[in-house]
């Protein structure tokens, strides 16, 4: 079936730095666009990062540009988050979501999220 | 950067009731606007996308209207299973792709 599992979060202290990993299984992984989306405990949903299908367009929120990296590797069907610099205000449960095929930013499958902690 | 807002912020409904949950955007996205379903623990789920089509799975009994800034989700009768968080979204200028404060939806 069509999932997408995250891995890489846990505690990291203020200024450190951790890599989330998100295997896609079921679909054609280099056919869609992906995001990062994050929520702090208790909030809202706040979107992340985007990237291309074939990675060559990518955005990010302006509260991570310069700290995070997007990427992915088509050949593993995997998704990545380097987030380096991390804040306190970082710490959030991280999804990683595909975009609905024809609906370029709507996300139809997204993933159990794993949990990123910033603190010291 | 579009803000979205969602009204009301908590939604009191009986089972077996109509619930009407509103969203605005601070200026036009056309019908580029999706809502989601959140319950604890629980990742989102898309529940409409363009404003009013259903995604893949989800009940009639949902439905969605509006286009511009203006835009509803109807929950036509409320399930024990619809009792969640709901986000409306835009996607028509971006980045940044951004979400409403939500709306929960219990048990009145």
């Known amino acids: 079936q069509v999932q997408l599992v995250e891995s890489g979060g846990g505690l990291v202290k203020p200024g450190g730095s951790l890599r989330l990993s998100c295997a896609a299984s079921g679909f054609t992984f280099s056919d869609y666009y992906m995001s990062w989306i994050r929520q702090a405990p208790g909030k809202g949903l706040e979107w992340v990062s985007y990237?291309?299908?074939?990675?060559?367009?990518?955005y990010y929120a302006d509260s991570v540009k310069g700290r995070f990296t997007i990427s992915r590797d088509n050949a593993k069907n995997s998704l990545y988050l380097q987030m380096n610099s991390l804040r306190a205000e970082d710490t959030a449960v991280y999804y990683c979501?595909?975009?609905?095929?024809?609906?370029?930013?709507?996300?139809?499958?997204w993933g159990q999220g794993t949990m990123v902690t910033v603190s010291s | 950067e579009i803000v979205m807002t969602q009204s009301p912020a908590t939604l009191s409904v009986s089972p077996g009731e109509r619930a009407t949950l509103s969203c605005r955007a601070s200026?036009?996205?056309?019908?580029?606007l999706a809502w989601y379903q959140q319950k604890p623990g629980q990742a989102p789920r898309l529940l409409i996308y363009g404003a009013s089509t259903r995604a893949t799975g989800i009940p009639a009994r949902f439905s969605g209207s509006g286009s511009g800034t203006e835009f509803t989700l109807t929950i036509s009768s409320l399930q024990s299973e619809d009792f969640a968080v709901y986000y409306c979204q835009q996607y028509n200028n971006w980045p940044p792709l951004t979400f409403g404060p939500g709306t929960k939806v219990d048990i009145k």
């Open positions: 200026q036009s996205v056309s019908s580029n």
């Open positions: 990237i291309s299908s074939s990675g060559s367009t990518i």
């Open positions: 979501a595909r975009d609905l095929w024809g609906e370029l930013g709507a996300f139809d499958i």
